[in-house]
């Protein structure tokens, strides 16, 4: 991609902002009261990445990835995961067609450009290792033959933080494919009455239509790339995740990967906010939904009742922030 200059940059990020809370504002009409997991929903949409949603049931898991499908006009489907799928019923299969006298391939779901895989952790690990190339790679590979997948391409996965019954844990490697993960919760008092108002007659899904196109959505995912980050940011990134290798209470800390996920998602918030440099508020923001999934708690930190943000609220309370400048 050629580099622009301060004022190009300086108006892309302006249009991309606009675009960007147009999505927002859409989303919002059916997420009431829920902005902030709104945003980092398209926050991880805008930097090219996955999102895993663990919540109960009926918070809204499903009303999230559609409507945000609905708003950037996109193809959307959803895998319902069972103990009893087969990895052919995610990726496809190829059938002999007797017509053509010749097999066809028949695409599975995860063949479109919004994919909710609802309830994750209810298939097998085999299953679950078949969303992996398709995550990571944006690829299928069926009897041998790689298809790309459309782009754009996001997975909004869901699971059930509290049942454990049947099922299957999904393991570091493919949690570590997850940008970010979010918790919607429940809405406050006043938020549910006007959730049960707006559905008195018609669900708010039914009424929003597409802010977006597609191609604007892989605009913004290119004009991400161009938020400035400064060295001493990118150092304060390096030193959260390096403290996670660290902490007393982790016994496994984040990859690399979670260095990227950072840095890209801080770039994408920045646009978000309208700037074209990234701010350590950025990141500190990001910090737990980006890191916390990544990590592995120890023996003594599981002692102790802490979980995942415990931890990085922690490492972020003694790492230093650093003075960050704007483009130079």
Request: aromatic residues 4%.
């Amino acid at each position: 991609m050629l580099q622009r200059s301060g004022g190009q940059v300086e108006s892309a990020i302006a249009d991309a902002q606009r675009m960007a809370e147009k999505i927002v504002r859409n989303v919002d009409r059916v997420m009431v009261g829920k902005t902030e997991v709104v945003r980092l929903a398209v926050i991880a949409l805008i930097s090219q990445g996955h999102l895993l949603i663990e919540d109960a049931p009926g918070v809204g898991k499903t009303m999230l990835a559609r409507s945000l499908a609905k708003s950037i006009n996109s193809s959307f489907k959803r895998i319902q995961f069972a103990p009893d799928m087969l990895p052919g019923d995610i990726t496809g299969v190829s059938v002999f067609n007797q017509k053509l006298g010749d097999f066809e391939f028949r695409p599975g779901p995860v063949m479109a450009q919004v994919v909710l895989a609802d309830e994750i952790n209810r298939a097998t690990p085999k299953v679950q290792s078949a969303l992996l190339e398709a995550m990571e790679e944006r690829q299928v590979t069926v009897d041998g033959v790689t298809r790309k997948m459309p782009m754009p391409f996001q997975v909004l996965a869901t699971q059930n933080p509290i049942e454990y019954e049947g099922t299957f844990p999904l393991p570091e490697a493919q949690l570590d494919r997850f940008m970010l993960r979010v918790s919607i919760g429940y809405p406050a008092p006043a938020e549910e009455i006007a959730i049960i108002e707006r559905q008195q007659y018609i669900h708010p899904i039914e009424e929003i239509d597409h802010v977006v196109n597609a191609a604007d959505i892989l605009t913004l995912q290119a004009t991400v790339k161009q938020v400035y980050v400064d060295d001493l940011v990118k150092q304060y990134i390096v030193a959260i995740v390096g403290a996670t290798r660290q902490h007393p209470s982790i016994y496994l800390g984040s990859s690399p990967r979670g260095s990227l996920a950072l840095f890209r998602t801080s770039q994408a918030r920045a646009l978000l906010n309208g700037r074209d440099y990234v701010l350590p508020d950025d990141v500190k923001a990001l910090a737990g939904p980006a890191l916390a999934h990544r990590t592995m708690l120890s023996s003594a930190g599981q002692s102790q009742g802490k979980d995942g943000n415990t931890s990085i609220a922690e490492i972020l309370a003694t790492i230093p922030v650093p003075g960050a400048l704007p483009r130079r």
